[in-house]
């Protein structure tokens, strides 16, 4: 598909486990972005890729959440340990120049995380 | 902290024009006003940006007031489906080129009425 693709759409975790997030985004997109989006509230920011290079993960909640874009092109949110608090929607979002330039990010429908 | 204020929710009827404010009293002169919007269940979606210029396009149209404080998005003849949530966002461009990412407030949640 020509859109930003992420799977899985769902994921439930018992609280401890590892989850693996993966987005696909839009074939020649420089930048990408990753951000959380609890229940009722508007997404927030979590890092930033431009290439291969992570450039902002001042968003990043703990040091037991992890991203990578190993070249350049998929990404992959690690979290580990989940605990209840990690459960919302993450979305993934692309853009065609660096820094996202004047342009759209283009979003991904979501990952929605739930904790048991 | 979200440099915009929208209202937390409004109605308008199916067919009639909707009209989405936007505070940004502390906006600087190198943001741009972005309107993104998210339908339940799915990722936000671009709608349109400005500067200081009104601007229209096959979605919207987006009207900033001379001083840049605040600007309204319209809908201009809204559909049920045009019910979601609009984030209003301000947003840094340099002059060289590329620009910071989104941050998003919470919105305002418009409900079409049939």
């Known amino acids: 598909g020509a859109g930003v693709s992420q799977s899985p759409r769902y994921k439930v975790a018992k609280r401890g486990q590892d989850v693996a997030l993966r987005c696909d985004p839009i074939s020649g997109h420089v930048s990408l972005f990753w951000y959380q989006q609890a229940l009722g509230q508007g997404p927030e920011f979590l890092t930033y890729?431009?290439?291969?290079?992570?450039?902002?993960k001042s968003g990043l909640p703990s040091d037991r959440f992890f991203a990578e874009r190993p070249e350049g092109s998929v990404s992959t949110l690690k979290i580990q340990r989940t605990q209840q608090e990690d459960s919302a929607v993450y979305l993934c979002?692309?853009?065609?120049?660096?820094?996202?330039?004047?342009?759209?990010?283009?979003f991904g429908e979501g990952s929605r995380l739930t904790v048991l | 902290d979200a440099k915009t204020t929208q209202p937390p929710s409004m109605d308008c009827a199916e067919g009639r024009a909707a009209n989405l404010p936007c505070n940004h009293s502390?906006?600087?002169?190198?943001?741009?006003v972005y309107w993104y919007r998210q339908i339940h269940s799915q990722g936000p979606q671009y709608i349109i940006h400005g500067l200081k210029n009104n601007e229209t396009n096959e979605m919207a149209s987006l009207i900033i007031t001379e001083d840049r404080k605040s600007s309204t998005l319209i809908l201009p003849h809204a559909t049920l489906r045009d019910t979601a949530v609009y984030y209003c966002i301000v947003r840094v461009v340099y002059s060289g080129g590329g620009a910071d990412g989104l941050t998003f407030g919470k919105g305002t949640h418009l409900i079409i009425q049939p």
């Open positions: 502390t906006i600087s002169g190198n943001e741009y």
């Open positions: 890729f431009q290439n291969e290079a992570q450039l902002d």
């Open positions: 979002a692309s853009s065609l120049a660096p820094g996202g330039n004047t342009g759209e990010l283009f």
